[in-house]
Each structure stands twice: as C-alpha cells, then as structure tokens.
C-alpha cells in the first residue's frame, strides 16, 4: 500500500546533496576526511574524547562487546524488550545471553529481575534507551558497580537525548548509535562508538581495520575485520548532525501534540519519562487497547504505524539458541507491552495538517467503540 502519511522518513535538503557531491567529485569515497570530520562532529555533540564510526550499529555493539576483554562464556545482561541486534551481537562475541524484562511504566531494566539472574559468569549489562527514553541510569549504575558488571550502552534510538544534562550514551564504559535509515540523524547504514577510554577506542579501532591502528600499512597487532565506515555516508553525516537541534526541538513538538489530543482518551497511555531526563523520541509511542484494531483502522486511511518490538523470548532463533539462557522464564510486562505498543507517524517533516488527521482519526476510532 501506498501510505498518505509514512510511520518514518529521513529528513533531508540540499545540505547533503552539496556534501556527497563533493566526495564524489573528490574521487576518494572511503573512510578519509569526512569520516574524521564526522567523529569530531559527535563528540563535540555528546562531550565524548573518541567516537570510532562503524560500518553498521550490530557490529558497533560487537566491538563495544570485545573492547571490554570480556571472555568466551561470559554472561551479559540484555533487555527483553529490544531489537535482536542487541542479543545477535551479543552471541557473534561469544557470550551468553541472559535476558531481563522492562519496566512497564517507563521501559528501564526490571532490576528487581535482574538482580535475580546475576550469577559467577555475570559480568556485563546492557542499557537500551527504548523508543528514544532514558532508562533509570541511577539505579542501573548503582546496580551495575554493587555487582562489578561493565555496561554497554545502546542508545541506538536515543540520539539528542540527555539524563540530567548529560548526552544518552556517555553513561557506559562504552556506548554509541545507530545511523540507519529510520533513525533520528541517518548516513543510511553505519554507526557510532563513544567512549572516553583511549583502551576501549584503541580496541575498537584495531577491532574494524583489520588489527591495526591506521591504515596504510601491512602490520597487525592483533586480528580484527573490515568493519570501516565511508566518506559517502559520511558525509551525509556532517550534513544531518549540522541539523540536529532543529530536527529535536521537531520531534519534541510532535510528542507535545499527540500527548495533548490523545493523553486525554481514556483508552491510551503514554509511557513515564524518567526524572531528571530530556528524550528525543525516535518513535513516539502509545499503549492502546484494541491496538490490532486501531492499527487496522489508520492503515484503512493510509497511515502507517509500527508494532511494538517483538520480545526477544518469543523469537525462533533465540528460543532454539544454547546460549541465550532463560527464554522460558515468564515476562509479563514484555508480552503486555508488546500487545498494546503502537508507534505511530514520527518523522520530523510531519505537518500540523497531518498530525490533526493522524490525531482526529485516532479520537474517532474510540468514538465510534463507545
């Protein structure tokens, strides 16, 4: 189908079509300049000493992972409630994989169950910023330093966001983000490490150019891949992140008004934010009942909206993997939130037009249930 109002769309003008077209015409299209100029971008943005771009976020997670010197059979701790990436990565860096619910109020690690799947082989935990939401970093650290865990910090879907003034994704030993397609600033694919240890960088860059530091030469310290990123995308960029306040202060407006017409109906919530936390909302997000029914509803008026993600103790190939741990265990707060979640149209182009439609629509839907 061919939907009037997409759930998702890059926002893109003239700025990155100046930039990739002078990559093109400089005929070195590899990591180079733009690369390097990018990096400093974002850690001029997050006040971060390193930033190390990867070709994609899962193998960005899968350096954060190998940075950290943790061994074969090592347990982390992973959110329920995800994208598989976070598991995948996890297993591809030889780990075992124990996974925790959500909070359902406001999407932070359930502690209270994560406590209880801490064991001699746990030595790691991952935070997920969800939907674009801090997670609960004081507690999460609290935990993390009581039981010696290092963390990885995925803010994939977080970036802009702050937690007491301070970027989402600096909070970790290591952390970063995803610059895919539907994100809040996009290259198309690629990613992003951050972190302020010069060993964990050093890891990560020996990590994706092939077991050397700089490229150029034919001497490996160490074994590592091909995981570089490129000048094209690059360079679009430092196009996207030359934005970036503009882009949030739109996504902060957009919440504003789906909260304002729709926090009101009796059949939908919208989750907490943590105190103290400043969220820039990739997807915004809504618990509806008779979700199924809405979602079919808005598709009949071509708008379309995203399920809520899928938890991970319900996929196939996590069910039947070894070393993801406790897939039998019970979570109830993933399965609920998974029933009602709906993400509905987020993209920073969204006219006040269409947000009344979307909105509109929505109202009359419980209208006419009643």
Known sequence: MKYKIKQIQPYFDSREKKLLNKVINSNFITEGKYTKLFENSIKKFTNTKYAICVSNWTLGLYCCAKSLNLKPGDEIIVPNVTFAACVSSMLLANLKV??????????????????????????????????????????????????????????AQAFGSTYKGKKLGTFGDVGGFSFYGNKIITTGEGGVAITNSKQIANSIIKLKNYGRMKKGNFFHSSVGYNFKFNDLCASIGVAQISKINMMIKKKKEIYKYYFKYLNRLKHITFSEIISHSNPVNWFIVIHAKDKKLLASFLNKKKIETRDFFFPMHKQKCFIKDKNVLNTSDKFINSNNLYNTGLCLPSSVSLSNQELRFITDSIIKFYENRN
Not at 115 to 125: E, P, R, Y
Not at 132 to 137: K, M
Not at 146 to 153: F, G, H, Q
Request: charged content about 35%; glycine content about 2%.
């Open 98 to 155: 124990k996974l925790c619910d959500i909070n359902m109020n406001n999407y932070s690690l359930d502690l209270k169950m994560a406590k209880k799947l801490i064991s001699k082989k746990t030595k790691a935990i991952m935070i997920v910023h969800l939907f674009g939401q801090s997670s609960d970093i004081k507690e999460i650290n609290k935990f993390a330093k009581k039981y010696k865990l290092k963390i990885i910090e995925d803010a």
